[in-house]
């Protein structure tokens, strides 16, 4: 029995890291295990991973507390042009949520404040694969393309 660790595609913008098993060697080795058996394991398996990818994204109450709270010291901080400090605060909450798409944006605008268009635009374009549509991502990256004359 083969066990190959992969990458998952960032289908939740995110990289996680999903057990693989590969059995070709299962079901040829009939002495040691049988197929129904092989066959069960596998149903299992998956559901196992099934659940856990389903469950996985779901935040607690205090979790979602915390997000709001440092999103919000973010965007207080940048409002007051302390782009820097905002940054940590929105990193703060990716750190909960990688996902938080206003987070996301906010920390592409301060760091487009800060001068850093091309650092911003990777910013804008993680919020865009979360959700393609989002006007504050989409107006931040063409914001800071046309500072770089693009």
């Avoid at 909960?96 to 404040?113: E, R, Y």
């Amino acid at each position: 029995m083969t066990f190959t660790c992969i990458q998952q595609p960032p289908i939740y913008g995110r990289f996680k890291w999903v057990l693989i098993l590969m059995a070709d060697d299962v079901f040829t080795n009939t002495r040691r295990i049988s197929s129904s058996f092989a066959k069960n394991f596998f149903i299992l398996l998956f559901s196992i991973l099934i659940t856990s990818i389903l469950f996985q994204n779901q935040l607690s109450e205090a979790q979602k507390n915390s997000i709001y709270q440092f999103f919000e010291n973010g965007k207080s901080l940048y409002e007051q042009g302390n782009y820097e400090e905002a940054i940590k605060w929105f990193d703060k909450a990716l750190a909960i949520d990688p996902n938080q798409v206003d987070a996301l944006n906010n920390k592409g605008f301060a760091l487009d404040s800060l001068g850093q268009h091309d650092e911003a635009i990777k910013w804008f374009h993680k919020a865009l694969a979360i959700d393609p549509n989002d006007y504050g991502a989409l107006n931040g990256k063409d914001a800071a393309l046309a500072q770089l004359g693009k």
